[in-house]
C-alpha cells in the first residue's frame, strides 16, 4: 500500500509528466501516474463507457447546486501535480467547469468513481485504492460489471480506506444528501463471459 511518508517522489519532475502526455496523443491510450510509474489504461470498452454515462446521468439530478459530475478528470497526490490519476467520473465543485487547469484537488472529490474494465487485475485495483486513500480522496466508488458487485470506500487515513461497504448490482449505494442520497445500480451491465464477445 502506498502512504504519503512513503509515497514515492520522481527524481526528475516533469518528465513523467511530459511522457505521459507524448504517450497519450501517440496512442489514445489514457495514461496516469500513480506512485511515480506511468499506467496505462485500455480505452474502455462500450459497455464500460456506458455504465460512466448511465452512473453520470443517474447522479446529476440529485446533486447538490454546488456540485458537477466530470468524466476523465485528473486528481493528483496532494503535493505532486506528476502523480495523478484519472477516474471514470469525479464529483466535484460546480467551479471546476470555469478553470483553465486540468488537475481537480483531491480534498475537493467527492466522490471518484472507477468502473473496473474486463481484464483488471486485482493488485492494480488494490494499488490503485491505496494511491486515492493516500492522496485522502473522501470516497471511492468501484463498479465491477464482472461481477455485478459495488464497493464504497471512505475514511482515508495511514494509506488505506478505514470503512468499506460491498453491495450487489440493484442495491442502492448510501452517498450523503447533496450527493443525491442512495444511489440506484439497478440496470447496471455486465461483462459478457468472454470480453469482446
Known amino acids: 500500500m502506498v502512504s504519503p511518508a512513503a509515497h514515492p517522489i520522481p527524481v526528475r519532475r516533469g518528465h513523467l509528466r511530459e511522457a505521459a502526455e507524448k504517450l497519450e496523443q501517440a496512442t489514445g491510450t489514457r495514461v496516469e501516474i500513480i506512485g511515480g510509474a506511468l499506467v496505462m489504461s485500455p480505452s474502455p470498452s462500450g459497455k464500460q463507457a456506458g455504465i460512466v454515462i448511465d452512473l453520470r446521468d443517474t447522479i446529476r439530478p440529485g446533486l447538490a447546486a454546488k456540485h458537477e459530475a466530470y468524466e476523465n478528470v485528473s ?17 466535484g465543485p460546480r467551479s471546476f467547469k470555469d478553470e483553465d487547469g486540468w488537475l481537480l484537488d ?59 461497504v460491498h453491495g450487489r448490482y440493484s442495491e442502492d449505494v448510501p452517498l450523503p444528501e447533496e450527493l443525491g442520497g442512495e ?8 461483462y459478457s463471459a468472454r470480453p469482446g464477445s
Request: net charge negative; proline share 11%.
Open 75 to 91: 486528481v493528483p497526490m496532494p503535493g505532486d501535480p506528476d502523480d495523478y490519476s484519472t477516474p471514470d467520473l469525479t464529483i
Open 106 to 164: 483531491a480534498d475537493a472529490v467527492e466522490p471518484a468513481v472507477k468502473v473496473i474494465s474486463p481484464n483488471e487485475r486485482l493488485k492494480g485495483i488494490n494499488e490503485k485504492t491505496a494511491w486515492y486513500a493516500a492522496a485522502r480522496v473522501a470516497r471511492v466508488l468501484q463498479i465491477d460489471p464482472r461481477t455485478g458487485t459495488w464497493s464504497l470506500f471512505t475514511r482515508p487515513g495511514e494509506g488505506e480506506y478505514k470503512a468499506v
Open 183 to 190: 444511489l440506484t445500480t439497478t440496470g447496471l451491465p455486465l
